[in-house]
Nanobody, 121 residues
């Protein structure tokens, strides 16, 4: 089994900062792209930021310059530093990772359970 566990969500005022963390654990041979998605009420899930195992990053236009993704490959962890938060950033944030469980298995996509981020005064 593979698990992704997020932490770090919460309530923050506009202009504030939060840091999300996600740890992948279980039967893991290799971790490829890791990233963060979010889903606001009544909206579709959207990609926020992703990072390959080699360090290449990709950000949604709405968060460029405010959010920074990073990862610790040795610990199978990914982080999302969120600065200058806006009310429209309010959503459930999900960790996502493409993981190969063994040398002979195909990489599969896994999701965390989600962590709520609320930006409000």
């Amino acid at each position: 089994q593979v698990q992704l566990v997020e932490s770090g969500g919460g309530l923050v005022q506009p202009g504030g900062s939060l840091r999300l963390s996600c740890a992948a654990s279980g039967s893991i041979f290799s971790v490829y792209t890791m990233g963060w998605f979010r889903q606001a009420p009544g909206k579709q899930r959207e990609r926020v930021a992703t990072m390959t195992s080699g360090g290449s990053t990709n950000y949604a236009d709405s968060v460029k310059g405010r959010f920074t993704i990073s990862r610790d490959n040795a610990k199978n962890m990914v982080y999302l530093q969120m600065n200058s938060l806006k009310p429209e950033d309010t959503a459930v944030y999900y960790c996502n990772a493409v993981i190969q469980r063994s040398y002979t298995s195909n990489p599969l996509q896994y999701w965390g359970q989600g962590t709520q981020v609320t930006v409000s005064s």
